[in-house]
């Protein structure tokens, strides 16, 4: 399948529709100020359109691939950015708050199938041995949405409008869908997903315990991350360019974390590859926190924490993968749910501390979650089949 120009693109396109998955979550966080100015709320009334969103997420993922588990992969993954096209386009005409969430939720409900369903047909398209390496490429469109969309859509909405921000990505949105219409074969289908299925990863501890790493990573990257902006001006005076270039360190670092994470995980191994960017997250928000109130150290600290924010995700869906491939459909959707468990956890907590003027407190609280994690990565060392735990 992979002999045919569209097979060769096939893996580009999938991680092209990650990033306009990317940017489409994550956008929120990159105008909070422009949002709240424009639609007469409060940074932390804005703040919730990224909560309300995760949760909308986090319970769509594994919803929508139970549902969907039948439907051919081509069709289903470019109506999803079809989807989102049109929802970031929509979000664009949004007369009042109210109606941003609506089209928001309703938009990333079906969006919640396209990243754990972009995993599983990169397993379809690549022999066994290149798995890990191309899901890891795959998401590194996450990365290019920190790297490249957030500094974007904050220079676009602090000159132009947070209007103007949500038609670029509809922009993006439509040429990812033709993209990928073109160059994903035709006639890929996954297993079923079925209720035997939730029973089997509900009975796997190993796989349980992966999940969790996930959730506490992304509650403690969430907890800081939705309020970055509005924390760099508040902590430093810092104004939106700077608070822009902080969003284009942070993704660039992930996207290098990624690419490295890439070409070390088939040597190294899923586990070795998550313990060391775990690290490097936990010394990044690390540094955040002791940090905060100097730019330079809290710009040093993201930067550090950018290796580790995306390519501790895609080792997740690795080792999941690897733990229990007959399941693999199952797991990574999870594994994205629980991904944006994280995401509403993290970012309803870090919403109190920041209407609570607790904007040190934010830091620290991060680093408790992110310790956590840690721990149960170390927890989780595969001790007699290394090489595909």
Not at 134 to 142: P, Q
Not at 286 to 309: E, I
Not at 335 to 344: E, F, H, I
């Amino acid at each position: 399948m992979e002999s045919s120009p569209a097979g060769r693109f096939a893996p580009t396109a999938l991680m092209l529709g990650n990033l306009v998955t990317g940017c489409s979550v994550l956008a929120p966080a990159g105008m909070l100020p422009e949002l709240s100015a424009g639609l007469g709320t409060s940074i932390h009334a804005a703040g919730l359109l990224i909560t309300f969103g995760a949760v909308t997420l986090c319970i769509g993922s594994p919803l929508t691939a139970w549902l969907t588990s039948r439907i051919e992969r081509r069709t289903l993954l470019t109506a999803t950015l079809a989807v989102l096209a049109l929802g970031n386009l929509a979000s664009a005409f949004a007369t009042d708050y109210t109606g941003l969430l609506i089209i928001r939720l309703v938009m990333l409900a079906v969006g919640a199938l396209y990243t754990p369903q972009a995993a599983g047909t990169a397993a379809l398209i690549v022999p066994a041995e290149r798995r890990g390496s191309t899901i890891a490429y795959i998401f590194l469109g996450w990365s290019l949405a920190a790297a490249v969309g957030l500094p974007l859509i904050t220079f676009i909405a602090s000159r132009y409008g947070w209007r103007a921000a949500y038609a670029e990505i509809g922009v993006l949105g439509c040429l990812s869908f033709v993209l990928l219409l073109l160059r994903l074969p035709a006639g890929l289908k996954g297993a079923p997903v079925d209720l035997k299925t939730w029973a089997e990863v509900g009975r796997n501890t190993t796989i349980l315990l992966l999940l969790a790493i996930t959730m506490l990573q992304m509650s403690g990257q969430f907890v800081v991350f939705t309020f970055m902006g509005p924390l760099v001006n508040k902590l430093t005076g810092a104004g939106p360019d700077a608070v822009g270039t902080v969003f284009a360190l942070y993704g660039i670092c992930g996207f290098l974390g990624v690419v490295i994470a890439t070409r070390i995980v088939d040597r190294w191994g899923p586990y070795r590859t998550s313990l060391l960017f775990t690290c490097l997250l936990l010394t990044g928000i690390a540094g955040w926190a002791l940090g905060a109130g100097t730019l330079a150290f809290m710009t040093a600290g993201v930067a550090v924490w950018g290796l580790g924010f995306a390519s501790t995700n895609s080792m997740q869906q690795v080792r999941l993968v690897a733990a229990a491939p007959p399941l693999a459909s199952a797991t990574v959707a999870l594994n994205t749910s629980v991904l944006y468990v994280g995401q509403a956890v993290g970012s309803a907590i870090g919403g109190v501390l920041f209407a609570r003027e607790l904007l040190h407190t934010l830091g620290f609280v991060a680093v408790g979650f992110v310790a956590l994690a840690l721990t149960l990565v170390v927890l989780t060392r595969p001790r007699r089949v290394a090489a595909t735990a």
